[in-house]
């Protein structure tokens, strides 16, 4: 599968692992061969005082 981060496609194996900021344009753009499965974690980062 090609993921796409901003303007950049990454080409993604089993295995692999993505971290990135979410302000920019992301998904999966290209399926090579099916069945494709990820996993997609959300979470936020907030500093306490």
């Known amino acids: 599968m090609k993921f796409r981060y ?3 496609l ?3 194996k089993p295995g692999d692992s993505l971290l990135f900021d979410p ?3 992301h998904g999966p753009e290209e399926i090579d061969t ?4 990820f996993l997609s974690v959300f979470f936020n980062i907030r500093e306490y005082s």
């Open 23 to 25: 302000n920019a344009a």
């Open 10 to 12: 990454y080409a993604v």
């Open 34 to 37: 099916l069945p494709v499965r």
């Open 6 to 8: 901003a303007n950049r």
